[in-house]
């Protein structure tokens, strides 16, 4: 888990290991967080670098290594700051509203705007959308970078833009963008 990570409750007990890179929703980058199944500890294979046999890690308490106290220190204010906000449970309906808005957006815009992920595995982080007259989405990046919304230029892999709607994103940016896009589309419809 990266993306999704503490962005809605989760049952771990489903999942013999969990890692996260948890710099999306939860730390600064390289802040990462492992939960591993007690009964899978102790089985690393011989070829297994001390740093991922998680024996190790359990015997010593986590702190075989130095331990990265800074992002550790972040991650404990974020855990602070969503139970504040009243947990994941709360933060996942943040979440899927931001998206709905966003979603419906795209969905709505006649094809001008179009979405390349089947609706039923669609993200609540990471809305991918196209245009479809590609020779605009430079026009649009420009533009939005104008109105301070930046980051919109599509993963390396797939083009296009991707609006990256984290944890921490408000509701008000993802408005924001709703409404540049609409405004873009009236321009260029």
Known sequence: ????????????????????????NVGPSGATIVIIRKDLIGNAQGVTPVMFDYKI?????????????????????????????????????????????????????????????????????????TLEKSELEGEFIKEATKEKMVQLKGHRSVGGMRASIYNAMPLAGVEKLVAFMKDFQARHA
């Open 57 to 129: 890690h359990d015997e010593n308490d986590s702190l075989y290594n130095t331990p990265p106290c800074y992002g550790i220190y972040m991650c404990g204010l974020v855990f602070e700051d969503l139970l504040e906000q009243g947990g994941l449970g709360e933060v996942e309906r943040r979440n899927k509203k931001k998206a709905e808005i966003l979603y419906s957006a795209i969905d709505g815009s006649k094809g001008f705007y179009k979405c390349p992920v089947e609706k039923s595995v669609r993200s609540l982080m990471n809305v991918p959308f």
């Open 1 to 24: 888990m990266s993306s999704n990570f503490c962005s809605k409750p989760v049952d771990v007990s489903r999942f013999g290991v969990i890692y996260a890179g948890a710099q999306k």
